[in-house]
């Protein structure tokens, strides 16, 4: 068993997951598991994980797709599902299929991780121009890793602040957190019961798990990585909804630091779920 499970969500953007998920095949550390958490991709998908699937193998690193059926944004859901399916690893590493990982991504988050621990961190925005401009072989040499703008350095910084500070003084909604780039320790999350997957529409998911960790008592140490593992995350076309009305009202309701619809509930109730590449022993 590896002591890291990476979990990476997709849904219909093949272009943008092929270059990101080129990042962990050249990882300082093959003590790690990844899974893409498919939140119901079309058929593309799915092959072209399949070849990919062989070259993980030559990399020793075990490989799996779950997809679940399309019935709209279920990123909590695939989430959940993709830690199901995971062998036990004691650090989940999540990010999306759109962010390149720099090279010690997986290695400093097993760095930092202890018992119980939560880690946030960030991202380098890359441009449309910059994005288009990428390739297999700037991944694969890292010289990706020079892209990052001074204009996101200083967001980073700002986060870290913020971040520092304000979970120090217990500030509600700190640390901040981006749910392209958040690791957990495995007992945590099992004992937050993962992800509330009343999130059915775009986003809050995130802030909601950082929201039940911080009221568990005593509160879980955190790891604040913001400037220090931060991936890279690959322009496209904005496919969210930014007022994101329903999911503020729920948001906004009291709820139980475990969430009653995530990790653990009847069976009956879930949806449908296929591992459809499976490259583990």
Known sequence: MRRARVILTTYNQLPLLRRAIRGYLRQTTTDFALTVADDGSRADTRDWLREFSAEAAEKGIPFLHVWQ?????????????????????????FSDGDCVPPARFVESHLAAHEPMSFHVAGAYRLSQEVTE????????????EGLGSEKDRRALR???????????VRRRNRPK?????????????????????????????????????????????????????????????????????????????????????????????????EPAIRTEG
């Open 69 to 93: 059926k399309d019935e709209g944004f279920r990123r909590a859901a695939a989430l959940n599902e993709g830690v199901r399916h995971s062998e036990s690893e004691p650090l989940l590493i």
């Open 133 to 144: 401009g990428l390739t297999d072989a700037m991944i694969d040499s890292g010289a990706f």
């Open 158 to 168: 700002r986060r870290w602040r913020k971040s520092f500070w304000g979970t120090l």
């Open 177 to 273: 957190i981006l749910g392209l780039n958040l690791a957990i320790d495995r007992a945590l999350f099992v004992a937050l019961n993962g992800f509330d997957e009343r999130f059915r529409k775009w986003g809050l998911e995130d802030s909601d798990l950082r929201d039940r960790a911080m009221r568990l008592r005593p509160r879980p140490p955190v790891k604040n990585l913001y400037t220090k593992n931060d991936v890279y995350h690959l322009w496209h076309a904005s496919s969210g909804d930014p007022k994101r009305r329903d999911q503020w009202e729920y948001y906004r309701t009291p709820r139980p630091v475990r969430c009653e619809e995530g990790l653990a509930r009847d069976g009956a109730t879930r949806g449908t779920f």
